[in-house]
């Protein structure tokens, strides 16, 4: 299904490419976004959606000193963020907190808790503990994976562990599994690496060429009953972008128990497909955006989850096509998505231009 945007939007100054759900304010549906200026100081936005819905609001706007890559929310403190920045060559990271605002629109300066020094190599993004209050981060740079320990009340950061993913792979960015929170995965240009914390080993591989986003689902995918034994077998889905050697794109699902090949696929975008976001409550509603000015809503098949347990609200539409909509009345591409966790049936998108737009899907959960 084709069609333009119905939502609310709101135009950052200059352009941009990351945007995050803000979890832990559990009152508003909020996001936080960054800009990418060469020339002019940088912001953050703390942007929240009004309560009838109807306008997207800046609660706060804040200086920030370098061009910002990578931006995510601290999931057990609405005020805390980190950012992933660059100057001219040399790439940064640092966890920030947001002032008290006091009902002012242009606040104090961000206030500085920790910087992930460290890094001798690009580095890509940070990823917080998937949930709830807990001290340890993950950094990934080019070449290495950093795992940290972090006192927001002494301000400091302490590498506890870190890791070489080898010369001959570079690293492009990652996600913490949120059913197994000692596993990530690590994406590069030749493979999607799972990696153990415990032991900062690599346990096994995807082998795909040119692999640009990955997530995975926050529900269970598989409730497999074995009658005799009384026992539940529980599995995990997770979700790849990949662009192949063509520059084909499209969205792969894969079963992490059975990595030969992909369980099932979606055809992406009509250019390179840029990222991937999980809804963090509905099963197999997945968002892509891409380089081709476009967001894709899909619902991927229940056809590949043999006895699973699906959302009813979704499952009952019956449908052998995968999109659902796909907003396109972008002017630039699409590099930032972000899904509210507090009203999971809102995402927030962001163009190159930096335009926000925030959508309501819930039409399409109740047809």
Not at 18 to 43: M, R, W
Not at 58 to 70: A, K, R, T, V, Y
Not at 144 to 155: A, G, I, P, R, V
Not at 276 to 294: F, H, M, Q, R, W
Request: glycine share 6%; with cysteine.
């Amino acid at each position: 299904m084709q069609g333009g945007s119905t939502g609310i939007g709101y135009g950052l100054k200059y352009q941009a490419r990351c945007i995050s759900d803000v979890k832990a304010d559990t009152d508003h549906t909020s996001f936080l976004t960054g800009t990418l200026s060469l020339k002019e100081e940088n912001e953050v936005h703390l942007l929240r959606l009004s309560d009838g819905g109807t306008e997207l609001i800046c609660e706060g706007l804040f200086s920030h000193p370098n061009e910002i890559w990578d931006l995510a929310s601290c999931p057990f403190d609405q005020r805390i963020f980190s950012t992933v920045f660059c100057s001219g060559e040399t790439y940064g990271a640092a966890v920030w907190q947001i002032p008290e605002l006091y009902g002012q629109l242009s606040s104090p300066q961000l206030e500085s808790i920790a910087s992930l020094d460290g890094h001798t190599s690009k580095l890509r993004c940070v990823l917080w503990w998937p949930t709830g209050r807990h001290d340890k981060l993950v950094s990934i740079d080019e070449h290495n994976l950093f795992l940290w320990s972090l006192d927001t009340s002494k301000k400091t950061a302490q590498v506890q562990s870190q890791e070489s993913a080898g010369m001959r792979h570079y690293l492009t960015g990652g996600a913490w599994d949120p059913h197994d929170f000692q596993m990530v995965s690590l994406t590069c240009d030749s493979s999607v690496q799972l990696w153990d914390l415990r032991t900062m080993k690599k346990t096994d591989s995807i082998d795909r060429a040119h692999v640009r986003n990955v997530d995975y689902d926050m529900k269970k995918r598989y409730m497999l009953v074995s009658m005799i034994n009384d026992q539940e077998t529980t599995g995990t889905y997770c979700l790849l972008v990949e662009v192949t050697a063509e520059d084909d794109s499209g969205i792969h699902i894969w079963d992490l128990r059975k990595l030969k090949s992909p369980v099932a696929d979606l055809p992406g975008h009509s250019h390179w497909t840029w990222t991937v976001k999980c809804n963090p409550t509905y099963e197999d509603l997945i968002l892509s955006a891409g380089t081709d000015s476009a967001v894709n809503l899909w619902l991927a098949s229940p056809s590949i989850h043999d006895h699973s347990v699906q959302d009813s609200s979704l499952t009952s539409q019956n449908r052998t096509e995968p999109l659902l909509n796909s907003y396109n009345d972008y002017e630039d591409s699409v590099y930032g998505l972000a899904w509210s966790s507090r009203e999971p049936w809102i995402f927030a998108s962001l163009s190159y231009d930096g335009r926000v737009v925030v959508e309501s899907i819930k039409h399409h959960l109740t047809r």
